[in-house]
């Protein structure tokens, strides 16, 4: 009797919890949104899941962006890896040549049978994420880009007009005015290759490395020991030797010096603005990032950078639709928008930012538009769309640590940029001899 | 006189040992003997495509002038951290081995560090050190020393090494302080009678008779050194800048779990793996004789 009971009690709790999980599809999704941003993707994520009672999407944080992104190479080698996941922009060529280990969103989302446009985006971000052909592999979803900002009571302060020099010469010219005014520190940057090879070169449309920059095929080489570049990092360098610049490292540490009113110019991503909002205690804007005014065809535009979310492979594909479900829903201009505005991200689609514009969030927030402005100042060239080079996150680093060799005075420009190109292309054959 | 447990069953030690065995095998030889497997090909961070490449990704290794700086850079690292952390925890106890009052209250601060990670440690010491809002920065800045360790090597490296001691003089301490407490009082007190110093005393008597426990701190040290640093480096200077403190454990991690390369990676672990070997056994042959117990 009493074993009788108790195995109708184990079929009821069964037939209880087998409930849920029959009618719905779960959806894993691994993201590096940390702190306000990872509160945001789960309310993105819940209301998705209140919406409709077919697929439950679970966001889970994985860490830092290297450390998600090896999170899922490691679950595809274990054979259990997660329907999406977020991969940073240096990650794209690494999850593009996965053939097999990932399946194109444009594939996802016509097998499913759901709209999906690719003009809808700016064309800097299709660019960014397509192959050749034009068919999107990934789904964009935070993209920014590098932007220039001024502490405009510095600038008071040292007897200057409170605008942003727009030059390199003017930089310099108003550099050292507020050091001869006792600022401590002048200028600093985030992210130095980024800001100062890459997003340097599509401002000023030149290529960082040939094949368009890696898009058109593995067998490219980086470009980066031209004139140009040589001249500009000697700039900085000599900027360093001055006391006119001072280099915070290689990820957002710059962030914290400018917003703390350490240093009075600064280079650093869009989506730095939400922290400078509720750091900084004094004035500041948003402008575009420098260039150099004799260089023909400067500025073009800038490029992204960012993460976008790539469809894992070996999965059901009722899963399959549910993905392309929760991308439809991602892509509604009205949670573009609020992503946009709440988190400072660029809006990637052309209809969110028209939306945007129209509710007046830009008259309320100056500046707030900057960053699309400059991403979309020219139509994209070859050397403004993007770029794609394997183990890119080695290749990086390679010339962060060029460029620092020179900041501290170790290496002469032309030397460094030389032995940045040097090794940066042993890194790109070995990433070519891996992926035939 | 010799003890000796003699087993009658034939496999009940065999039992006895298996579980031990079972662990060793599974967490030892079995990564290690994929590490060496895996050297020896060229794969995508998928693995994908899977290609045996022969000796290619040592080759590429010692192409790299990177690689070889790395050499340099640990054998500094650990000799640094292991001469300074021995010698200091030497001092401080032969320090605290004379204090009678509060000698445990002493002794105690001393072994705390001990229990902090080694994480942690970084933490702590990066704060302390940070370019614009350190403590010792900023004493540093009034004395007129420009200290920025996210652009300057060297310092970064002596950021990395004083974190590192600070964080084995504990153990070092424990092992030091028990070393002296054994040693005979009759053999000091007869070498005063007869006319040594504290300082003569010291050379002549202690260390001789510390030798065997100072030997045995070397290697727990440069092991240390090589290996359990890594979470003082990946907190503070992940490396840098521009790979002054990139020590070879590091530069596997780096080139494994960062960049995706197996294959350079695994091959870079079969080089440590070679070269720990080779200490262990030149420590062991050699240096052992020549202490005295």
Known sequence: MRIKLLAAALAGAGLVAAAPAQSQTEINFWHSMGGALGAKVNELADRFNAEQKEYKVNTIYKGSYPESMTAAIAAYRAKNPPHIVQVFEVGTATMMAAKGAIVPVATVMRNAKEKFDPKAYLPTVTGYYSDLKGNMLSFPFNSSTVMFYINKDAFKKAGLEPVAPKTWKEVIAVAEKLKAAGQQCVYTTSWPSWMHIENFSAWHNVPIGTKQNGMGGFDTVFTINSPLHVRHVAMLGDMAKKGLFTYAGRTNQGDAKFSSGECAMFSGSAGAQAGIKKAAKFEWSINFIPYHDDVKGAPQNSIIGGASLWVMGGKKPAEYKGVAKFFSFLSRPEIQMDWHTSTGYVPITQASYELTRKSGFYDQNPGADMPVKQLTLHEPTANSKGLRFGNFVQGREVIEEEMEAVFAGKKDAKTAMNDAVKRGNEILRRFQAANK | ?293
């Open chain 2, 1 to 293: 006189m010799e003890k000796r447990v003699v087993f009658r069953s034939a496999w009940l030690p065999y039992v006895l040992v298996a579980p031990q065995l079972a662990i060793t095998i599974v967490f030892f030889f079995w990564p290690a003997a994929q590490a060496v497997w895996y050297s020896f090909q060229l794969q995508d961070a998928f693995g994908l495509q899977s290609e045996f490449v022969g000796l290619e990704n040592f080759k590429f290794l010692f192409r790299d002038p990177h690689y070889l700086q790395s050499f340099k850079t640990t054998a500094i690292f650990s000799v640094a951290v292991a001469g300074s952390g021995i010698a200091l925890s030497l001092l401080l106890a032969t320090m605290a081995d004379r204090v009678i009052r509060g000698a445990l209250v002493y002794k105690t601060i001393l072994i705390w560090p001990y229990a902090v990670a080694a994480a942690v440690a970084g933490v702590l010491w990066a704060f302390l050190f940070a370019p614009s809002i350190g403590i010792v920065t900023f004493v540093l800045k009034a004395m007129g020393v420009d200290w920025n360790w996210i652009i300057n090597g060297n310092q970064a490296m002596l950021l990395v090494i004083i974190a590192s001691v600070w964080k084995q003089i504990s153990y070092n301490f424990l092992f030091f302080l028990a070393g002296l407490q054994s040693i005979p009082k009759s053999l000091l007190e007869a070498a005063a009678i007869d006319g040594a110093g504290p300082s003569r005393r010291f050379w002549t008597i202690v260390v001789p008779l510390l030798s065997p426990t100072t030997f045995f701190l070397l290697v727990v040290n440069i092991v240390y050194a090589f290996f359990d640093t890594f979470g003082v480096i990946d907190t503070t200077t992940q490396g840098g800048p521009a790979q002054a403190t990139q020590i070879l454990v590091y530069k596997v991690y780096h080139d494994g779990v960062k960049s995706a390369d197996i294959g350079g990676s695994s091959a870079q672990s079969v080089i440590l793996m070679i070269i720990v070997i080779a200490l262990t056994a030149v420590q062991f042959r050699f240096i052992e004789r020549k202490v005295q117990y």
